[in-house]
């Protein structure tokens, strides 16, 4: 694999052009992209106007009652109790190439960790800077693997060190049986790379954080409101995978091959 | 190679190229049985499943009869995110956007993840044109893009080729020669273009679903290959069709058990990934910039349509292909556009605008109904055929024998709806263009079956029962596959159930 060397410099300086979540940008912008945003809201009046006058009535700007929202009624109101909940999400991660293992607290969870990656000789690993993840104690466990942090020094090139690990571990925000599906965010401290570019993910889960329907984690996305979205929100359901060749399964396409929830609890 | 929407050829005339190609057909009709079992699978698993259709559909429609608004509502809240919203009434328009921001950023290569709006648009061919390299990276696509081809499916675009010429060409690309062998070739493309990713300058991808209230984007995938594009370049630019939006994050649970489950019969693709807005200041990774271009390409033209806009519905979910009978004997190339099957041949001279490209698509399907009953949001594409046809003969295209017929269609239609009715209109519009017991005149409905295949009088056998009669006819047809291509593809249906990943559970 080829690494573009510039684009390790021009990302720690990245941060003079960077676009805040809810500044006015206008301000920074090169000519040319000021340019487009104006031809963008001039077009805008146009576009939507005309969409308006397809549907046969002036432009509607009080928002419309929406009767159907979300999942049928009965849907709503359905969960598995907590042991099914467990039984469930393995059974639908597994069944799509994934592993679920059961551990009974960060400490175990680190000493399966620890195991996995000498059995399997990982030399490099990253993990997303948390609080939870450290407790794991995986430097000491491993004192012959090299463990890189994510976003911990401003020199380092993030995505490439997550493109040359072996393990990524990240903590999972939730998770929904039905699917058999975990839902893991982006900030500064959790690399969207650590899930995606490593080789093996391992995906830490809270059984408290493990619910029923996906809808329990989308409807708390519509209460979070727009600014408190995080930029990344990845809903991580197996391998990464494809059936593009003759409808033969491969894993690991461009993704991690391997995913491993650690449910704890 | 050919991307051009509409060909010199007619769909006869691709089809019979394609029906030459043996491994084609079998390739075809293996893989869209498979999804097809796979979903109704999964449908039947998920319980309700008409109820969330249903579900489905009154979102979808309610979204799209108040476009404007939640349009709108996108717009502001992804700029608010820091997104470059941009409108293109047309291709002309959207390439032009486009090619301003590959030029400023002086792009040398735009890597992308598979966006059926790009296809629609030839995208990769005005960058190509430009001299900036265009690598599609989801590995169907990656394939067909080698070949110098189209897809030939929604969902699988690669689906009529077969793992040799595959190797064939992965082996040109890789200047060695690699086996015949699916993780070998799935591996090399793998490290071919993780190279690609962390080169690229700019990532393109499609978009699944837009979210109104929050102005995120959301994209279903398997690979992980659209995470990778908005991910790794610093510039993400995403094409998008106007009619992508849904009002809220709780929405999406609907469309999120609707479409992988119709699409592929997964419960949920491995990927799902929600994006608002470009990277946050303090973040490592994701694009520094971020720009969405809404496009209408002809989208608007079904607004105010009450014979059209719930084209405007459609979730690309490629249901309507796997079950339909004529896409399962011809192949996707066959419909000459971006979009094939029944959704494609309503949706391909509905953007078009062209009335005399009408009757070759719409005459490529046999108003089976098939396709009304797999969809996921209820589109009654076989309704939509027939009023094509109508159009048509309306503005002059038909010849005067076919006119005379369509106006029996009218009154027909006039007073009742879907399958039923059609198909007892079949029968009484034979009357006049039977002949020695065989028809010979080509009229609605049975000109695309009487064109592919012989088919006798209806009589009074209603449609209904010949499609079931037909099923069999084609699944008898399976058994004739070249004993060893079939051997293998069973080898691999077997091989993954026993592995207990769910033997219908891919895409
Ligand atoms: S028309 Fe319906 S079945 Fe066909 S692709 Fe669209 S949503 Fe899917």
Redesign the pocket.
């Known amino acids: 694999m080829s690494l573009d060397t510039n684009r390790s410099n021009d990302l720690s300086k990245s941060k003079a052009t960077n676009i805040a979540n809810t500044v006015n940008h206008n301000a920074t912008q090169p000519p040319w992209l000021a340019e487009l945003e104006q031809r963008s809201r001039r077009n805008q009046q146009t576009f939507i106007d005309h969409i308006s006058s397809r549907l046969g009535r002036p432009r509607a700007t009080e928002p419309p009652i929406h009767p159907f929202r979300g999942a049928p009624s009965f849907w709503k109101e359905w969960s598995w109790e907590e042991q099914e909940r467990v039984e469930r999400f393995t059974a639908h991660f597994q069944e799509v190439g994934g592993h679920v293992v059961s551990v009974d607290n960060l400490e175990a969870a680190g000493e399966w960790i620890a195991q996995y990656a000498q059995d399997l000789e990982a030399r490099e690993i990253v993990r997303q800077q948390l609080p939870e993840l450290e407790q794991l104690r995986l430097e000491q466990r491993l004192p012959d693997a090299h463990l890189a942090v994510w976003n911990e020094d401003q020199q380092t090139d993030w995505r490439a060190t997550a493109a040359g690990a072996d393990i990524g571990i990240v903590m999972a925000e939730g998770a929904a049986a039905y699917t058999g599906t975990v839902m893991v965010t982006s900030s500064a401290m959790q690399g969207r790379s650590v899930s995606l570019l490593p080789t093996v993910c391992i995906v830490l889960l809270y059984k408290k954080n493990l619910h029923t329907r996906l809808g329990e984690l989308l409807v708390p996305l519509d209460q979070r409101g727009r600014q408190q979205l995080p930029a990344g929100v990845h809903f991580i359901s197996g391998p990464s995978r494809s059936s593009d060749i003759e409808n033969d399964l491969t894993i690991g396409v461009h993704g991690p091959g391997i995913i491993y929830t650690l449910l704890i609890g | 190679m050919s991307r051009s929407e509409k060909t010199s050829a007619t769909v006869k005339e691709r089809a019979d190229i394609a029906l030459n190609n043996d491994f084609l057909r079998k390739a075809v009709r293996f893989t869209t049985e498979r999804l097809r079992n796979g979903k109704q699978l999964a449908s039947t698993e998920h319980g309700n499943w008409d109820e969330w259709r249903e579900r489905g559909r009154q979102i979808r429609l309610h979204t799209i009869a108040h476009l404007d608004y939640y349009l709108n509502l996108f717009v502001e809240n992804a700029r608010a995110n820091g997104v470059h919203v941009h409108f293109a009434e047309d291709t002309a328009a959207a390439t032009e956007i486009v090619m301003t921001i590959a030029r400023h950023k002086q792009a040398e290569s735009v890597v992308k993840s598979k966006s059926m709006v790009s296809e629609e648009l030839h995208i990769n061919h005005a960058l190509e044109e430009a001299g900036i390299e265009a690598v599609e990276s989801d590995l169907g696509e990656y394939i067909i893009q080698l070949a110098g081809e189209g897809p030939s499916h929604?969902v699988i675009p690669a689906i009529h080729k077969n793992r040799y010429q595959i190797a064939e060409l992965l082996s040109k690309d890789a200047g060695e020669e690699l086996p015949p062998d699916t993780t070998v070739l799935a591996g090399y493309v793998r490290r071919k273009l993780r190279e690609k990713f962390l080169d690229a300058d700019i990532g393109m991808t499609g978009c699944n679903f837009a979210i109104a209230e929050t102005g995120s984007m959301v994209l279903f995938e398997n690979e992980g290959n659209a995470r990778m594009v908005t991910t790794v370049p610093k510039t993400q630019i995403t094409l998008m069709g106007m009619e992508r939006i849904i009002p809220s994050w709780e929405d999406l649970e609907v469309m999120a058990t609707l479409l992988p489950r119709?699409?592929t019969g997964q419960r949920l693709t491995m990927y799902m990934s929600g994006i608002t807005g470009p990277k946050r200041d303090e973040d490592s990774d994701g694009p520094e910039e971020m720009h969405m271009i809404i496009v209408d390409n002809g989208r608007s033209g079904q607004l105010g349509d009450p014979e059209f806009q719930e084209?405007l519905?459609?979730?690309?979910?490629?249901?309507?292909?796997n079950v339909c009978p004529v896409y399962r004997q011809i192949g996707g190339h066959s419909y000459g556009g971006t979009y094939s099957?029944?959704?494609g041949a309503v949706l391909t001279p509905a953007l078009n605008r062209n009335v005399a490209e009408w009757d070759d698509i719409a005459n490529a399907s046999s108003l089976c109904g098939a396709?009304y009953e797999?969809?996921?949001?209820?589109?009654p594409?076989h309704d939509m055929l027939v009023y094509l046809r109508r159009r048509k003969v309306e503005r002059g295209h038909g010849n005067r024998w076919e006119s005379i017929g369509m106006k029996g269609f009218a009154i027909l239609m006039g007073n009742s709806k879907r399958l039923g009715t059609a198909l007892k209109m079949g029968r009484i519009l034979q009357k006049p263009v039977v002949h020695n017991g065989t028809i010979s005149l080509k009229i609605g409905p049975l000109k695309g079956w009487t064109t592919y295949r012989d088919m006798p009088p209806m009589a009074d056998d209603p449609f209904r029962e010949r499609w079931s009669k037909l099923e069999q006819e084609l699944q008898q047809d399976q058994v004739t596959m070249d004993a060893t291509v079939k051997d293998r593809m069973e080898q691999l249906v077997q091989a993954r159930q026993r592995s207990k990943r769910g033997d219908f559970d891919e895409s």
């Open positions: 929604i119709s699409a084209l519905n459609c979730i690309r979910c490629g249901a309507c292909l099957g029944p959704i396709c797999a969809c996921p949001v209820k589109i594409l």
